[in-house]
């Protein structure tokens, strides 16, 4: 299976903000009642993030290392074409570059290619780090745009983690009570997103969150990690 450079995501601003499970419902009216519109279906999205034996991409994270990368598989719904991604962040921006991996028969067939020594010594070669599978995150993504099309948007909910070791798809994992809400926007719009914030009165507080973060958290709790 080769691995393939697919695109590259040029620099952007990601805010994110956390509400409840079960309310959702206050983001989206949120963005209705100011135009943004559905661009896609909710889709299922399903990530296997990488990381060392000493987590350095975890603990990167928690120290607030400016320069710092995120490695993972990534695919949606039960359909395992399968990216990889780097997503690469310096201080608030951030740019991911994507490679195609390929397309899987099964869930079995995806374990194989992550797990075979050769594929992990590539993706460790592009991720400047000696790394393996860690974890699987999933959760439902909905996708708005703004009506001048500078701004996106997605809200997660369903979300769910699990330990590499004990992977099944057809049963639930650990479930954080949260929603993810995110707005994505190119960096040169930063001052046009914030007037759009102040003028139309945005409710929810900005924080920082990482999905991979708050799954090691909560499964290292467990003891499953």
Sequence with gaps: MNIKKFKLIENRYERKYILGSGEN???????????F???????LVNSIYYDSDEK?????NINGI???????????????????????????????????????????KLKKFYNKNENLKK???LSGL???PTLLVRYVREYWESPCKNFRAT???????????????????LEPDINVLEFKYLSQ?????????????????????????SAVIHLNNLGVI
């Design 25 to 35: 419902w206050k983001f989206q009216n949120y963005l209705l009642n100011n135009g």
């Design 37 to 43: 519109q559905r661009t896609f279906e909710p889709r």
């Design 56 to 60: 350095i991409f975890f603990n990167e």
């Design 66 to 108: 400016s320069e710092r990368i995120k490695t993972r598989l990534r695919w949606y719904n039960n359909d395992f074409k399968v990216k990889l991604e780097l997503k690469k962040k310096s201080n608030a921006v951030s740019w991911k570059h994507i490679y195609s991996v390929g397309s899987f028969e099964s869930f079995a």
């Design 123 to 125: 993706i460790s070669y």
């Design 130 to 132: 000696l790394i393996k």
């Design 155 to 173: 809200s997660d909910s369903n979300i769910e983690y699990k330990s590499i070791k004990s992977i099944n798809l057809s049963t639930k994992g």
């Design 189 to 213: 719009k930063d001052n046009d997103f914030r007037m759009m914030i102040n003028e139309k009165n945005f409710p929810f507080r900005m924080t920082k969150h990482s999905k991979y973060v």
